[in-house]
């Protein structure tokens, strides 16, 4: 079972990137999903996350306006369009699902991790 994270790089501030997350060995259509980051140092915290049926989104403040999650049940796929990037998004990013689609925003309740991939922003 895996859910894979890509997409990863190095940009330049102002830059943008789109991370996938595909899903292998299981289905994952019917769960929350969510993009996690974690930077040197710091605790892994919530980006953004998006129920099942993608009719609830939420997003970190610190994102807000500038991150877009969406999913694409039909390829089993999360996606998050980072625009705007800063040297502050800088970090590993890892997708995440969870079997209930209640509270999307608590980090503990979500029951599958995939491998991350690194987003480097330069200034």
């Known amino acids: 079972v895996q859910l894979q994270a890509s997409g990863g790089g190095l940009v330049q501030a102002g830059g943008s990137l789109r991370l996938s997350c595909a899903a292998s060995g299981r289905t994952f259509t019917t769960y929350a999903k969510g993009w996690f980051r974690q930077a040197p140092g710091k605790e892994r915290e919530l980006v953004a996350s998006?129920?099942?049926?993608?009719?609830?989104?939420y997003y970190a403040d610190s994102v807000k306006g500038r991150f877009t999650i969406s999913r694409d049940n039909a390829k089993d796929t999360v996606y998050l369009q980072m625009n705007s990037l800063k040297p502050e998004d800088t970090a590993v990013y890892y997708c995440?699902?969870?079997?209930?689609?209640?509270?999307?925003?608590?980090?503990?309740?979500?029951?599958?991790w995939g491998s991350g991939t690194l987003v480097t922003v330069s200034s």
């Open positions: 995440a699902a969870k079997y209930s689609d209640a509270d999307i925003t608590r980090l503990p309740t979500y029951d599958y």
């Open positions: 998006i129920s099942w049926r993608g009719s609830r989104t």
